[in-house]
């Protein structure tokens, strides 16, 4: 994201996102992770849209995507899009 400074010269920086406690996602799914699993592809199968891959972090308490596909056989939890609390959505 860009900001100006007063001289008019342009800084990036990344916004801030607080992540919350796994909780807030009231209903859950487990899933087994298979071989060559990826949780934009998971995201658009169970939640309808691959750029909310974070929510699935978010409900495993995690924060690295690929850290949460690299063991084959492992348990994590999907919310069920139901169950994703209002504005949660804009990431």
């Known amino acids: ?3 100006t400074l007063p001289d008019g010269a ?3 920086y990344l916004a801030r996102r607080i992540v919350p ?3 807030i996602y009231p ?8 071989d060559g699993d990826r949780l934009d592809n998971l995201s658009a199968k169970c939640l309808g849209d691959p750029l909310l891959y974070w ?3 978010d ?3 995690d924060t690295d995507p690929d850290a949460l596909t ?3 056989g492992c348990s994590i939890l999907i919310p069920y899009s139901a169950g994703i609390p209002p504005g949660a ?3």
């Open 1 to 3: 994201m860009p900001y």
């Open 10 to 12: 342009q800084v990036m």
């Open 27 to 34: 209903s859950v799914q487990s899933y087994a992770i298979v």
């Open 59 to 61: 409900a495993n308490s």
């Open 21 to 23: 406690k796994a909780s």
């Open 55 to 57: 929510m699935i972090c």
């Open 70 to 72: 690299a063991q084959v």
């Open 89 to 91: 959505r804009n990431g």
